[in-house]
C-alpha cells in the first residue's frame, strides 16, 4: 500500500491506481479513487475492500517467503548430498521439493482459499451499497433540483 500512497493525495481522489506487482507478494495493489462527496457506504466498501487487500497481500507475501527459503534450503541439502556446491536445477529436479511443499502447507492454503471466499461475499453487499450511491450522486449530477 505505501507504493500507491506515494502518490499525491489528489491523483488518489481523482483517479485509481493499480501498483506493478509487488517483489515479494506478486499482488497488483490497487488505490482507489476517493470522491471529495464520497459516501459512508462507499468509504465503507472502500476501507472493506484495503483491508481484504492488505490480507491478501500478507498472507502472499508470507507464503512466497516461506517458499523462497524453503526451496532455498532444499537446493543447499541436494548440493551437500552430492558434493557438488555448482550443480544447477531443473524444474524437474525440484519436483519432490513443490510435491513437499504443497503437502505440508495443503491446510493453510484450504484455509486461505475458505477465507478468501468469505472475505468476498462478505464485500457483495457493501458493494452494491456504494454502486446505488455512486449512482444516485451522478443522478443529482446530471439532474440538478431546482430551488
Not at 500507491?4 to 517483489?23: E, G, M, T
Not at 506478486?26 to 476501507?47: F, G
Not at 484495503?50 to 526451496?71: G, I, M, S, V
Request: charged share 30%.
Amino acid at each position: 500500500m505505501a507504493a500507491i500512497r506515494r502518490f499525491s493525495s489528489q491523483l488518489i481522489r481523482d483517479k485509481s491506481y493499480v501498483s506493478s506487482a509487488h517483489p515479494k507478494s506478486h499482488i497488483n495493489l490497487i488505490a482507489n479513487a476517493v470522491p471529495q462527496d464520497e459516501s459512508d457506504s462507499e468509504k465503507n466498501y472502500r476501507k472493506l475492500f484495503e483491508e481484504n487487500q492488505l490480507w491478501n497481500h500478507n498472507y502472499w507475501q508470507d507464503n512466497n517467503t516461506r517458499f523462497l527459503k524453503e526451496k532455498a534450503e532444499f537446493i543447499e541439502k541436494q548440493r551437500l548430498q552430492q558434493g557438488d556446491d555448482s550443480i544447477a536445477f531443473s524444474q524437474e529436479d525440484l519436483i519432490p521439493f513443490y510435491k513437499e511443499f504443497l503437502d505440508k502447507n495443503y491446510n493453510k492454503h484450504i484455509e486461505y482459499n475458505r477465507e478468501w471466499y468469505r472475505r468476498q461475499f462478505k464485500l457483495l453487499i457493501p458493494a452494491f451499497q456504494a454502486y446505488l450511491a455512486s449512482k444516485k450522486r451522478s443522478l443529482k449530477r446530471f439532474f440538478p433540483s431546482s430551488r
